[in-house]
């Protein structure tokens, strides 16, 4: 008995990682994927004008710049120092407290991509000892009831997301960094939020829900494949 709820523990455990793995691997996806910005960039306007014209560059310097941001995101030494032509005048594109808003969100990205690897690792392990063991059938059901707290809070979101995301979102900054309010940037006047606007990321979140949905149900497959091929 203390065996059979050793492993029980074990693959409850290893759900919970698939599931932190699908919202980690489709925030990662969809926040680095540079031709979401491009389409984002060639559709949204701001106060009537593109995205570019509203900040005073070109399109090729608006992409130059949004992979300069996001590679800073992803490099621990990497410096937010830059200087371009905007409107026709050669000026430091980010003020100081736009700079140290993204050193909060660079801590919280370095983060999660760490443990999106410890989630991928686990996961993937969890996955190689039930099919070695031969135990996938309890590892199908420890995830069944991981996935449907999972689909709850989702589903909850979900709705909040789609009737009020202001705030939704206010209240993700308020989680996430409670220190301070330099996430509230002026549209008029910092670059940082007219390169990722409002609109931007009510697209973004909801296209990181959607595939996360995907992901889970597609471990939910995944095992109750395996699950059969085992009893066969």
């Known amino acids: 008995m203390q065996k059979r709820n050793s ?27 540079e031709r979401f910005y491009t389409s984002e960039h060639d559709t949204l306007t701001l106060y009537g004008k593109s995205i570019a014209d ?93 996935l449907l707290y999972a689909m709850a809070v989702i589903s909850v979101l979900g709705v909040w997301i789609l009737i009020d995301f202001d705030s939704f979102w206010t209240m993700f900054h308020h989680v996430f960094f409670p220190s301070n309010d330099l996430w509230l940037l002026d549209l008029r006047k910092d670059v940082l939020i007219m390169i990722v606007p409002p609109e931007f990321f009510n697209h973004l979140v909801i296209r990181i829900v959607v595939t996360a949905v995907a992901l889970l149900f597609g471990f939910f497959a995944l095992f109750h494949f395996l699950s059969k091929r085992e009893n066969a």
């Open 7 to 33: 492993s029980k523990n074990i693959y409850l455990i290893v759900s919970i990682f698939c599931i932190l793995f699908s919202l980690l691997f489709s925030i990662h996806f969809w926040s680095f994927n």
């Open 54 to 146: 509203h900040i005073g560059i070109s399109d090729e310097d608006l992409e130059d710049l949004t992979s300069f941001t996001l590679d800073y995101l992803n490099d621990p030494k990497a410096s937010l120092e830059r200087k371009m032509k905007i409107h026709g005048e050669m000026r430091e594109v980010f003020t100081d407290d736009e700079k140290a808003h993204m050193a909060d969100v660079r801590r919280l990205n370095l983060g999660a991509n760490y443990l999106l690897i410890i989630s991928t690792v686990i996961s993937a392990a969890g996955i190689v000892y039930a099919v070695w063991k031969k135990q996938v059938r309890s590892l199908s059901v420890s995830y069944r009831k991981a």
